[in-house]
């Protein structure tokens, strides 16, 4: 299964309705992927992200767009259990 970011109009969709109460908020991005949508939540001025993804290969790949955003503080990936 390949790791897609959520589209371009999806994200806008969801700011908009979100609207300013992003800003300096705790957010929570669950099944993160290339984690697209709390890159997005930061860049509109979340306090704070928390990226959910259990999947290795998508974790990596958060892991470069995340790291150069200027407001990222270093994070940990947490193991999880994986279901039979």
């Known amino acids: 299964m390949a790791t897609r970011p959520t589209s371009d ?5 969801l700011f908009n309705v979100l609207g300013a109460s992003v ?13 697209a949508v709390g890159i997005e939540a930061i860049s509109r001025g979340a306090e704070f992200v928390w990226f959910a993804e259990k999947a290795p290969p998508a974790v990596a790949a958060a892991r470069t767009p995340a790291a150069s ?9 947490l193991p999880t259990a994986r279901t039979p």
């Open 23 to 35: 800003a300096g908020a705790k957010f929570v991005d669950l099944y993160a992927g290339s984690g």
């Open 9 to 13: 109009k999806l994200r806008e969709t």
């Open 69 to 77: 955003c200027p407001r990222a503080t270093p994070a940990a990936a």
